[in-house]
């Protein structure tokens, strides 16, 4: 808890202090002091020079004092606003603002006379780029089917686990040309999560949400170089990545009917160990309407963005893409309502919806864009923006339609655009009557991927409108996300003062590495599931505050490759801004 007496200088203007001020012993105090991460809470990726930067107090400070970390000078200071309870987090925060101070360095903020410090932060141009580079680094970390070299991933080096090169159908998805039983060859992708399996619903959105980002990006993309095995061919490095999933992706089509199995799994979740060690026999599992669906959507944006690219490789793809597009949803068609039935012999992820209407809203949506045919009036009509997630795919849809720019789709487009304007700045509201500053109101599983896909969509309102209105709300997302929330922590592995070391993530449980592999975003707090852990550990009741850094916590502690999507689209967006 807190110490020290605090001193209530009401009405003090925030000043920035040239000379510096206070007395020797309290510099030195407070140069010295350990970081008090439960009573400050701070962005501990750090602040863009220009941005707007607010710290949260949860204690009883008159005044706070922006330090310079090396000399303990004061180099700003103010009053934090009044205290406010938010019942999500069970407790009471004093936004501190410091936006005004820009100069770059490394600083900590401490309350008024006392002692009590954060932990060291940096304001700078650079303070995103690094942690960018490792939220798309850790789809390369993730990868099956090949070695991971010491060259590309350092001590997360590993050997190449699941070949699936010889992959069984399973008796759901026997077809006649395929009975029960038959076996086919699969390789590649990437693994989904913590686990070892590869799910076609949850890589749509993933693939969707990074290719949306190079269609966005394309520049930025090509300066990131992630040092993979890829790195230096003609290709971006970002995109060689997405290649590696794609060409998994495109083998779970059954090329006799176009159908798309759900997902390529073992029968059960297998124990902490390396993928190597895993080798229990893998299944592709019953074709589903869903999953069948959603693969006809990205292929067929896939086909459009990469249709005209400069490289011959991605432009052959792209054909590739659009027949595939076509067969699936042929087959979708044909086959409307077969939901996704975990078998009884099957225990892994389901990613099950009994709700397809979002999913055929965006197949139709990626199509008619592939093609250049616009649907026919009314087809908006019933689709809301809504933050979009595995299960709720219609937002992809309405975000293509908004970002597409030929004749045929100009009425589409304004009122694609205008959906996902409105609900943004609903958005905006909310975050703004939000203490932490963030715009959720309901902590599900995977919380965190929730305010970065909300900020994503913010990003995409300020591209949508050329309004600055969205990004103080896009940095408050961020903010939350590396630290100024209520458990403290930066939910990034590998980055910031406080940061989750015990993932449920196979490989990061068994490697022996004790960092875990670096530029994943946990899941983050949730109250969807409190027993996780046998013996359950000490879990808060308030959502937003109910998180473990502990292995056994998968339902807050997981990391996804649906969830490190919009943390990269977020992160690499505010980085390619700086100037
Ligand atoms: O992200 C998924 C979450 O929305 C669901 O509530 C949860 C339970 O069905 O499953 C999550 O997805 C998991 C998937 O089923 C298997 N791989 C790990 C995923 C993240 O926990």
């Keep these: 808890m807190i110490s020290g007496k605090f001193i209530l200088i009401l009405g003090a203007a925030a000043t920035l202090t040239a000379g510096g001020c206070g007395s020797t012993d309290l510099k030195k105090a407070r140069i010295e002091s350990a970081a008090n991460t439960e009573a400050i809470l701070v962005n501990q990726a750090g602040y863009l020079p220009g941005a707007e930067k607010v710290a949260l107090l949860r204690a009883d400070a008159g005044t706070f004092e922006v330090i310079d970390a090396a000399t303990g000078k004061t ?12 019942e999500l987090s069970g407790d009471t925060v004093r936004a501190a603002d410091f936006s005004p101070l820009k100069a770059e360095g490394t600083y900590r903020i401490c309350l008024g006379d006392s002692e009590t410090c954060s932990a060291p932060f940096r304001i700078g141009n650079d303070v995103y780029h690094e942690i960018t580079v490792a939220s798309v680094k850790s789809y390369y970390l993730n990868r099956s089917a090949i070695e991971i070299s010491e060259e590309s991933g350092g001590k997360w080096a590993r050997p190449a686990g699941h070949p699936d090169t010889a992959v069984i159908v399973h008796s759901s998805a026997a077809s006649a040309g395929r009975p029960a039983g038959t076996v086919i060859s699969s390789p590649g992708g990437w693994y989904d999560a913590g686990d070892y399996n590869k799910y076609i619903v949850n890589s749509s959105i993933t693939s969707y949400t990074l290719l949306l980002f190079y269609q966005m990006f394309p520049e930025y993309c090509r300066t ?38 759900h997902k390529l799994t073992n029968l059960n979740f297998c124990g902490f160990v390396m993928p190597h060690e895993a080798t229990d026999p893998r299944y592709v599992v019953m074709k589903s309407t869903a999953a069948t669906l959603d693969f006809a959507a990205f292929t067929a944006m896939a086909s459009r963005i990469l249709a005209n690219d400069p490289s011959e490789e991605l432009r052959a793809l792209a054909a590739t893409c659009l027949e595939a597009s076509g067969k699936a ?4 068609e044909a086959n409307p309502g077969i939901l996704y039935r975990q078998p009884a012999d099957v225990s892994t992820g389901a990613y099950g919806d009994d709700n397809l209407s979002d999913e055929l809203f965006w ?8 093609y250049g045919t616009a649907p026919a009036e009314g087809f908006l009509e019933g689709i809301n923006a809504v933050t979009p997630s595995w299960n709720q795919s219609a937002t992809l849809g309405l975000i293509s339609l908004a970002l597409s720019t030929g004749e045929p789709f100009a009425s589409l487009r304004e009122e694609a655009a205008g959906l996902i304007v409105s609900y943004t700045d609903e958005l905006l509201q909310k975050s703004a009557a939000c203490p932490y500053r963030i715009s959720l109101d309901h902590f599900a599983w995977g919380s965190t991927s929730d305010v970065a896909n909300q900020a994503m969509l913010k990003i995409i309102a300020m591209k949508l409108t050329g309004s600055g209105r969205f990004l103080p709300s896009i940095q408050s997302d961020i903010d939350w996300l590396l630290g100024t929330n209520p458990t403290g922590y930066c939910f990034v592995t590998g980055f910031g003062t406080l940061s989750p070391m015990h993932i449920h993530h196979r490989p990061s449980g068994a490697d022996g590495v004790p960092e875990p592999v670096p530029g994943f975003l946990v899941g983050g707090p949730n109250i969807v599931v409190m027993n996780d852990c046998q013996p359950p550990v000490e879990r808060s009741p308030f959502p937003a505050r109910s998180y473990s850094d502990v292995e056994c916590s998968y339902s807050t502690n997981e990391i996804a490759i649906n969830w490190n999507a919009p943390l990269v689209f977020l992160l690499g967006a505010i980085d390619s801004m700086r100037p």
């Design 75 to 86: 180099v700003f200071e103010s009053t934090p606003a009044d205290p406010l309870y938010w």
């Design 224 to 261: 990131l170089n992630l040092n993979i095995p890829e790195s230096g061919n003609e290709i971006p490095d970002l995109v060689d990545e997405l290649l590696w999933n794609l060409k998994w992706y495109l083998t779970m089509q059954d090329p006799a009917d176009g159908g798309v199995y």
């Design 329 to 332: 949803m042929k087959w979708a």
């Design 363 to 370: 197949a139709k949506a990626e199509t008619a864009l592939a």
